[in-house]
């Protein structure tokens, strides 16, 4: 059997899902995003959660733009063989060029 933190005589029914302390019916603090012992440690929970998902995001967003940056390089190079090979007379006669 546990007890609460605050109160040695009272048996915990809760644990603080933020810095996991036991929590009695009284000490125990509920709102949308679990059980904690206090409003700051609802409050520290959600911001490191919030944190952690917007680094995934940024993650995501990078990636992207890496691959968007592939594809312009892609058509660089694509433009500047064609150019050079004009340039230097090198397609072969009667292609359209
Ligand atoms: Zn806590
Ligand atoms: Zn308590």
Redesign the pocket.
């Known amino acids: 059997m546990d007890y609460c933190a605050k109160h040695p005589q009272a048996a915990a029914t809760h644990r603080?899902r933020?810095?996991g302390?036991w929590l009695c019916r009284e000490c125990k603090f509920v709102d949308g995003n679990g059980v904690?012992?206090?409003a700051a440690?609802s409050t520290e929970y959600i911001k490191n959660h919030s944190r952690s998902e917007a680094v995934g995001g940024q993650g995501r967003v990078m990636k992207s733009g890496g691959r968007l940056g592939r594809l312009v390089l892609l058509a660089i190079l694509i433009a500047a063989a064609y150019f050079a090979l004009k340039h230097f007379g090198l397609l072969p006669e009667g292609l359209g060029l």
């Open positions: 603080c933020n810095c302390a904690f012992c206090s440690c």
